[in-house]
């Protein structure tokens, strides 16, 4: 009897906290928080129920603050994310210690869950996609489209794109040197033919090229775009090369034209600048953007820091560099970071690697929309092969690479304020 009213008594006192707990706070430092990655996918649900939250930047490795929903608690339980339940009180104590102005640290609304689309082809390989993993991963809706859906301006319906790691150059990912003989590349090249003709074009470079420039009439609309790997510098090659045929013989089924290099109109681009684009069809390299084969650094030393901006003016690059730690493990692909010699000085390095004298993670504005470039393939997956299996997040929750890209995902919801830089 005495057992079963001490165990009423608890019931009762743990019902009145959670009924005067007017606020469910997740945090995202390193000690605070087991599940980082899954963390961001509770702020995402809470927004399409459309329950106010706020992002505390640089407070708590970037935590984040919402009203008290029972729905909320239940699903940080069932996603294994770490919270607390806290009074109004208390949150107005953390909001005031934000405030000050001695605090590089901001509280910023959160508004609607972005609708998220996913650029992939339907034969999409295990290891093509980083962050498809991760959003499926963080339990994070999203559509998947691809060049037809492009073409007939599906993207209007999205607020956020990401790029599969595709080559819109036309010319195969450049894989042919080491994979011309392999059944998934001539699969592969077979199927971008028979789309593009279907589509109506007598080349693949053609097809791709105009799917590029839809995505950049995109994101001058207003849209934002992230991107990574190859996905990267081949879009802006594509764009800088627009009318310019840099195909050879086996991609396209004639020559480059001559001196094409001269033709590359650099305004065209949204992030890199005056690079040499590689002529030799046998080599797996688009151009000097990339440093993969620039590179002098070993596995054991090879991380990337992140800059250190104003909360309060600058909140776009703080949202997109919230983090656990400022130093990230590097990580390599077909495009594995960017020179800074060919990164315009418009746009904004928000991580770099000064030993190797590389950028990694870059972002900038065009139009009324907004892009993040994030070299290399897999944050948890140093050298990622063809034919290698999938990585998995179950052993990588707290992964700080993983995360700059969710960053990515949930900057759209937030209410911005003018940037000061």
């Not at 605090?103 to 650029?119: D, F, H, S, T, W």
């Not at 199927?191 to 097809?207: F, I, P, Q, R």
């Not at 900057?411 to 000061?420: H, I």
Request: hydrophobic residues 40%.
């Amino acid at each position: 009897m005495m057992k079963n009213l001490l165990i009423l008594c608890v019931l009762f006192v743990l019902g009145v906290q959670s009924a005067f707990a007017d606020f469910l706070y997740i945090p995202m430092s390193h000690d605070n928080q087991k599940n980082h990655l899954k963390a961001y996918g509770i702020v995402y649900f809470a927004l399409e129920k459309g329950v106010k939250a706020k992002w505390l930047l640089n407070y708590d490795g970037g935590a984040f603050l919402m009203e008290n929903e029972a729905s909320l608690e239940k699903e940080c339980k069932i996603r294994g994310v770490s919270y607390q339940l806290i009074s109004a009180a208390k949150a107005q104590l953390i909001l005031e210690e934000i405030s000050s102005p001695a605090k590089n640290q901001e509280a910023v609304p959160l508004e609607k869950a972005p609708k998220i689309a996913v650029y992939s082809p339907k034969d999409k390989m295990p290891w093509d996609d980083a962050v498809t993993m991760v959003l499926t991963y963080a339990e994070i809706p999203f559509d998947v489209v691809y060049d037809e859906d492009v073409l007939n301006d599906k993207l209007l319906m999205y607020e956020w794109l990401h790029l599969h790691h595709e080559d819109f150059t036309g010319q195969y990912g450049r894989f042919y040197g080491a994979y011309r003989t392999a059944p998934w590349y001539v699969q592969q090249k077979k199927d971008a033919e028979a789309l593009a003709k279907k589509l109506g074009y007598t080349k693949v470079s053609h097809e791709k090229g105009a799917v590029a420039k839809k995505i950049r009439d995109y994101v001058i609309g207003g849209g934002f775009m992230f991107a990574m790997c190859s996905a990267t510098d081949s879009f802006d090659i594509a764009l800088a090369a627009d009318g310019v045929d840099i195909c050879e013989t086996m991609f396209d089924g004639d020559p480059s034209e001559p001196n094409y290099q001269a033709k590359i109109d650099f305004q065209n681009t949204f992030a890199f600048t005056n690079f040499e684009l590689v002529r030799n069809p046998m080599t797996y390299e688009f151009s000097s953007i990339d440093m993969t084969r620039k590179r002098r650094i070993n596995k054991e030393t090879d991380y990337f820091t992140l800059g250190e901006f104003s909360a309060k003016w600058d909140q776009v690059p703080t949202m997109l560099t919230q983090n656990h730690t400022q130093l990230i493990k590097g990580f390599m692909g077909q495009t594995t970071a960017f020179d800074p010699a060919n990164v315009k000085p418009t746009v904004m390095v928000l991580g770099e690697s000064k030993h190797n004298r590389e950028a990694r993670y870059i972002h900038g504005t065009k139009g009324k929309g907004m892009f993040t470039f994030y070299g290399g393939h897999d944050p948890e997956d140093y050298q990622h092969r063809v034919g290698d299996p999938k990585t998995e997040l179950d052993l990588h929750p707290t992964s700080p690479g993983y995360r700059l890209i969710l960053n990515n995902v949930l900057f759209p919801a937030a209410k911005k304020k003018k940037q000061k830089t």
